[in-house]
């Protein structure tokens, strides 16, 4: 089993959708939590990190479940400049690996007119 | 420009030829990443430091592969007797190491093995 797994993908949505991603880790000792954004033939940047208690951001909107080992990334009224890679990133909190930032394989969105 | 730093941008190279790519992290940063990326994959880890601590290296990567950071402050990565399979981006990343810390990345350096 990987250590991050993601929804593979990719999701085509119309602006003005309201779109989720899902994200699960395997390691019950993981910490935190982000969401990156990747453009194409670009670096990842950071979007949001991921508090246990949820958090908004604007559209945006990343959920914890630690029962349930995922987080959730939630973006409403999407724009066409929505349109990326989005991944989420777990921190190893434990062991030898602490402090390792492991991602998920990326989720696709593209926003279409 | 103070952010992470890498070089070359874009490196073609042989078969069978020995690669060296160099990344400076953020002055103030302890900690540095260096991952692997190819097309339609996330990042993939490769190895840490922690100054010039190694803390892991994958067990994905063969022993062709070797990374450094002398002096807790640049990083080598160094890729012996390349193949066409290590052809990718490579990405390194720096953060001051506090755990939810944001992980600023470099524009990554593409490799092209014929």
């Known amino acids: 089993r990987k250590e991050v797994e993601q929804d593979p993908g990719p999701f085509n949505v119309p602006e003005g959708a309201t779109v989720a991603f899902n994200c699960t880790y395997s390691?019950?000792?993981?910490?935190?939590f982000f969401w990156y954004r990747q453009d194409c033939r670009k670096e990842p940047k950071l979007l949001m990190s991921?508090?246990?208690s949820g958090n908004e951001d604007g559209r945006f909107t990343a959920q914890l479940n630690r029962a349930s080992q995922y987080i959730s990334l939630l973006i409403r009224d999407s724009k066409l400049s929505d349109s990326a890679t989005y991944l989420c990133?777990?921190?190893?909190?434990?062991?030898?690996?602490?402090?390792?930032?492991?991602f998920g394989q990326g989720t696709i969105l593209t926003v279409h007119p | 420009d103070t952010g992470v730093s890498q070089n070359p941008r874009h490196k073609i190279t042989k078969r069978g030829q020995n690669v060296t790519f160099r990344c400076d992290p953020i002055?103030?940063?302890?900690?540095l990443y260096w991952y692997r990326q190819t097309l339609g994959q996330g990042p993939e880890f490769l190895t840490y430091?922690?100054?010039?601590?190694?803390?892991?290296k994958s067990r994905l990567l063969s022993d062709r592969f070797s990374a450094e950071r002398p002096k807790g402050s640049f990083s080598t990565l160094e890729i012996q007797r390349t193949e066409q399979g290590d052809s990718a981006m490579y990405l390194c990343?720096?953060?001051?190491?506090?755990?939810?810390?944001?992980?600023?990345f470099g524009s990554g350096t593409q490799l092209s093995v014929l």
């Open positions: 990343a720096s953060t001051r190491g506090a755990e939810n810390e944001k992980l600023f």
């Open positions: 390691n019950s000792a993981s910490q935190s």
């Open positions: 991921v508090y246990s």
């Open positions: 990133v777990v921190i190893n909190a434990g062991g030898t690996s602490y402090g390792k930032l492991t």
């Open positions: 002055s103030e940063h302890n900690r």
């Open positions: 430091f922690q100054n010039e601590a190694q803390l892991e």
